[in-house]
């Protein structure tokens, strides 16, 4: 099965969208593959977090990856509000530490539109704006009974969607054919 099978995903392009939990990485990279061009990356300066290019380039060309570090959360704001507004990149990822309001998340939304891009923010667990089209949360599923090579099973739930429908699905990313498989529950 394809990403196009799990409802919603990939998310409604030229919105803004969060995710949390310690699955947000691959949910942001299986994005970006199935959304392809370019993609920024917007950080607090202060974040020590270093994204490993040999950690994402099963997923897509490190070349279309820009990281930029900004001085606090505001400007990360800012320069995520231009790039969506530019449309000179495919995808634009956010990492904040505290909760935006309603209004600094209408114009991420308003950008994005402009623009036609995508915005991620990944967030802390619990936070959230309400202005987000969808809020996703993304953790390792861990199954004993699962072979070593099953180790990347993840767990995403989508736990806001401004469209109504809500949902959990288990996926693996497959490297060869760089595509995201929905995996059955497991049978009792």
């Excluded at 949910?27 to 270093?50: N, S």
């Excluded at 820009?66 to 449309?87: F, I, M, P, Y």
């Excluded at 939304?109 to 202005?131: C, K, Y």
């Excluded at 699905?169 to 060869?176: E, I, L």
Aim: aromatic content about 8%; hydrophobic content about 40%.
């Amino acid at each position: 099965m394809h990403g196009s099978d799990i409802r919603f995903f990939p998310p409604t392009n030229a919105r803004t969208h969060e995710v949390s939990g310690a699955g947000a990485f691959v949910f942001v990279f299986t994005l970006a593959t199935r959304l392809g061009g370019k993609l920024l990356w917007v950080r607090e300066a202060w974040d020590t977090v270093q994204l490993n290019p040999n950690g994402f380039s099963d997923f897509i060309d490190p070349a279309a990856v820009t990281l930029c570090s900004a001085k606090d959360q505001k400007e990360v704001l800012a320069v995520a509000e231009n790039a969506l507004r530019s449309g000179a990149v495919t995808l634009v990822v956010m990492t904040l530490s505290q909760p935006i309001g309603l209004t600094e998340g209408r114009r991420l939304q308003l950008a994005a539109r402009d623009g036609i891009s995508t915005g991620v923010a990944i967030i802390p667990e619990g936070m959230g704006s309400n202005a987000a089209e969808t809020r996703w949360r993304c953790s390792p599923a861990y199954d004993a009974s699962s072979p070593p090579q099953d180790s990347t099973l993840q767990k995403w739930e989508l736990i806001k969607n401004k469209s109504g429908t809500l949902g959990v699905w288990n996926v693996r990313w497959h490297t060869a054919s760089r595509r995201l498989i929905v995996v059955p529950p497991a049978g009792k």
